[in-house]
């Protein structure tokens, strides 16, 4: 397939102004396109060359990009600033360059998809002295092959960042829309915003989704196997599955109620809750899920990124203490102080997942225990739609707890006195607070359910994105030193601001924040820049108030940088919904 | 196979005729001796090199094609002092060479030439100028234009029989004149074509400043630029494509 024609599909999108049109324009390109070519291109319109879980970094900035469309085309560099500026986006002001071309070729070329998405995939591996070079060379070498159109498509894939509002809802549906209408089951139901999707075939791309992350396999596979085919697909050991998520619990007692409540195993007036809620410890520290494989371990973090190399004594650990074949473990990773005993610091962990330093150094000052308090696969069994006691049976079978290798602490409390204590005890021993879980739910990979609470104390912080940012005056003005925070509004699926953040940092974390914030910019006014919204800041506050100055009608007081949240992507940030409940409960 | 014994100097000339555009290529090993062609992955300028049998200490193949990463065997190069000689020999069971100066010994990985992209050939261009002019000259015209602007224009006025140089930046500009007098050789005809400094400061860093450079130079067209090294046993031609000049 040339790219040519993906391109066209993209411009198609991007101009299609109903879900309905954007469903079927993507269906009728996952039809075109071959089999050589559909798990290409289910990745690339969402800007991605790779599943996430892949890990492939390209390391393209916006500056490094521009650099390459100034090579390829030859245009006045201010020329160019100025059509970024006033286009918003790098793709579009590359679509213009390409227009405005000034530079001739010897020789020139056709671009395809395989052949761009190779491309990319490649500038992930150049490393080391003079990679920068090389990546705006052959960036450059895709721009001088490319019209307009293609130019605008292939910088914002490289880039990361499609912005022709296809979601990974907008693939599931369209997926269901072009390979799964055939054969409708008897009394299915149309899916919303799909011209002939059914609800049974959206389920069940959705379902294939996320036990596989990955759309190159789903696509595929419903184009081949039909229905069957996806429900076929299971978790494979080894390829990270997306995570259950919690929401926070509204106080304790409320808790314990709504998370009976929600699947419908309690009853609002009634103490249903009981014998059917677990409380558990809630550990600060690095989500993973453990794949055991015989003797092969990998732990992957919630974002999907490979983290074993960081922790060979948990990988020693789950060796010798799982007894299973085979199976998939859920839990959190804790560092201990090897001194004190006592649970260090989210932030302490951390440096253990980048492996700045040794990590055999840090493994013995910094120990770390996977607490595990699920269980979604053992020798061959996926327990995914089996209740919660079920599945804690299974992994209380699974392994028996070494050194390194532990289960979550955990009651089911007969009344909420019981529960407090729990929760008291967590707090005491330096653990953030407690989770409470239906025992007769199923697992929801990557939904944050209200199947699952979390309860911390009062007035934590909040993890916020940064949206726009402004360098300092006077001393730090080389940095950017005021950075706008945007909580998430996932009905919009865009972020609405809550305040200004100017203090907190020390010069060395500002410096590195204003590198990667200028790694995200998109827009440049003088000294204010809007950013990718991807950072995802943890900034304590006071308090909320109301605020006529930010989007979301909240601004928070006295905010202030706590950390970074490396582990968090921006639509796990805080809700512009919890923003308003805080400030109700206040 | 493939075994050659050969001066550092030539070898990193050679090698850094063609590191200035491209950072993997082929080398055919022709049994005359090496000859690589390459372009730029932006498609605007080509290398076309060739060095010959007797450029060599030693040289003998049965011919092939390998690909190299050209910063990885310059490194190796470098090794050695001037006057030194560099051995290379091709291990076909590895595909690795085999690289020996004075004791060091070493080996560099190859990369699949299938997986380097296809050279070009060669566009056939009539063009209708020809000026021979020393390495020193292009440095020169190439340096002062950098002062003022991001591209240059190079071209032949036939009435004057001059050839020239100009280039303007936002503000400032630097011409450059160079009589029949100041030119080893002109042949004048109808020539001016801009082109983008990025590229051509590369390739000046490649020529000799002692070399005769022979240019062929047309009316909005690629420039052609010839030169040789290793006492005529290597020759080197590049070719860069124009900019559209400014209406």
């Known amino acids: ?23 079927a324009t993507l269906a009728d390109l996952f039809r075109t396109a071959d089999a050589d070519h559909l798990p290409a291109v289910v990745t690339m319109v969402r800007g991605k060359v790779a599943p996430r879980w892949e890990g492939l970094e390209l390391g393209v900035s916006s500056s490094l990009t521009t650099d390459a469309v100034l090579r390829a085309t030859g245009v006045d560099p201010d020329a160019l600033e100025v059509e970024w500026r006033d286009r918003g986006d790098l793709g579009a002001a ?271 000052e910094l120990p ?15 327990l995914l739609d089996e209740p919660l006691d079920a599945r ?92 706008y925070l945007g909580a998430y509004g996932p009905d919009a699926d865009a972020f609405r601001e809550v305040g200004r953040l100017s203090t907190g940092y020390t010069d060395a974390e500002l410096s590195e924040l204003t590198d990667r914030l200028e790694a995200l910019v998109v827009d440049r006014d003088g000294r204010d820049v809007t950013v990718r919204p991807e950072l995802v800041l943890e900034v304590e506050y006071e308090e909320l108030q109301t605020s006529p100055e930010y989007g979301s009608g909240y601004a928070l007081r006295f905010p202030r940088f706590l950390g970074v949240r490396e582990d968090l992507g921006p639509t796990d940030a805080d809700t512009v919904d919890r923003v308003e409940r805080l400030y109700e409960a206040q | 196979m493939f075994k050659a014994i050969v001066s550092a100097d030539t070898l990193e000339s050679a090698l850094d005729s063609v590191s200035v555009l ?22 605007v300028g080509m290398v076309d090199l060739s060095l010959a049998a007797d450029a060599f200490e030693s040289y003998e193949t049965d011919g092939g094609i390998i690909g190299v990463n050209l910063a990885r065997l310059e490194e190796f190069v470098g090794m050695a002092d001037s006057g030194q000689l560099v051995q290379l020999e091709l291990d076909e069971e590895t595909r690795k060479l085999h690289i020996q100066i004075e004791g060091l010994e070493g080996t560099l990985a190859l990369i699949d030439p299938d997986s380097i992209r296809q ?26 234009a950098d002062m003022v602007s991001d591209h240059i224009a190079l071209g032949v006025d036939t009435d004057e029989e001059v050839f020239y140089v100009d280039a303007e930046g936002d503000t400032d500009d630097v011409h450059l004149t160079l009589t029949r007098e100041d030119l080893i050789s002109l042949e004048a005809g109808e020539a001016r074509s801009l082109f983008s400094l990025d590229y051509l400061k590369d390739m000046d860093k490649a020529i000799p400043k002692d070399t005769e450079v022979r240019i062929e130079l047309g009316e909005e067209f690629p420039v052609k630029m010839h030169f040789e090294i290793a006492e005529g046993k290597g020759k080197i031609t590049y070719m860069l494509a124009p900019r559209i000049q400014s209406d």
């Open chain 2, 119 to 144: 050279e070009p050939d060669l566009p056939d261009l009539d063009l209708s100028a020809e000026i021979v002019v020393e390495g020193r000259d292009i440095d020169r015209a190439v340096t002062a």
């Open chain 1, 94 to 364: 590359a679509e213009w360059a390409v227009e405005n071309n000034r530079q001739r070729t010897l020789v020139s070329g056709t671009l395809t998809v395989i052949g761009v998405r190779e491309t990319l995939r490649e500038l992930a591996s150049y490393e080391g002295h003079g990679s920068r070079d090389r990546k705006v060379e052959a960036l450059a070498g895709l721009v001088a092959d490319a019209d307009p159109t293609e130019a605008r498509y292939l910088v914002r894939t490289a880039l990361g960042y499609m912005r022709i509002g296809v979601g990974d809802g907008t693939v599931r549906d369209a997926v269901a829309e072009a390979f799964l209408t055939d054969d409708p089951e008897a009394g299915d139901d149309d899916a919303p915003g799909t011209p002939a999707a059914t609800v049974s075939g959206v389920k069940a791309v959705e379902r294939a989704a996320q036990l596989t992350n990955d759309y190159r396999v789903v696509a595929r596979t419903a184009r081949d196997e039909g229905i069957a085919g996806l429900r076929d697909l299971d978790l494979e050991l080894g390829r990270p599955v997306e995570l259950m998520l919690a929401r926070k619990a509204e106080g304790l007692e409320a808790g314990l109620t709504d998370v009976a409540r929600r699947d419908g195993a309690g009853d609002a007036d009634a103490p249903g809750w009981r014998g059917h809620v677990l409380v558990e410890t809630k550990y600060d520290g690095i989500r993973v899920q453990a794949h055991v494989d015989g003797d092969d371990v990998r732990l992957f973090t919630r974002r999907l990124v490979d983290v074993t190399e960081g922790f060979p004594e948990v990988v020693d650990a789950l060796r010798t203490g799982v007894g299973a074949e085979r199976a998939l473990l859920d839990g959190e990773l804790v560092g201990y102080d090897a001194a004190t005993g006592e649970p260090a610091v989210f932030q302490e962990l951390s440096r253990r997942v980048k492996r700045e330093d040794d990590v055999e150094a840090l493994a013995a």
């Open chain 1, 1 to 23: 397939m040339e790219y040519a024609t993906l391109a066209d599909y993209c411009r198609r999108l991007e101009t299609a102004d109903a879900d309905v049109e954007l469903v």
């Open chain 2, 22 to 43: 491209v950072d993997e290529c082929k080398i055919n090993l022709n049994e005359d001796g090496l000859a690589i062609r390459a372009v730029d992955p932006a498609n």
């Open chain 1, 392 to 483: 804690l049976d299974a992994l209380e079978t699974a392994f028996d707890p070494v050194d390194g290798l532990e289960r979550a602490a955990a009651t089911v409390p007969d009344d909420v006195a019981a529960a407090r204590a729990c929760y008291r005890e967590a707090v005491d021993a330096g653990h953030e607070g407690v989770m409470l879980k239906n025992l007769d739910a199923g697992y929801q990979p990557g939904r944050r359910v209200g199947r699952m609470l979390k309860h911390k104390p009062v007035m934590e912080p909040l993890d916020l994105v940064v949206t726009r940012a402004q360098y300092s005056e006077g001393r730090r003005s080389s940095l950017l030193g005021r950075l």
């Open chain 1, 368 to 382: 770390a225990t996977l607490h595990c308090f699920d269980c979604l696969h053992v020798d061959g069994r996926t």
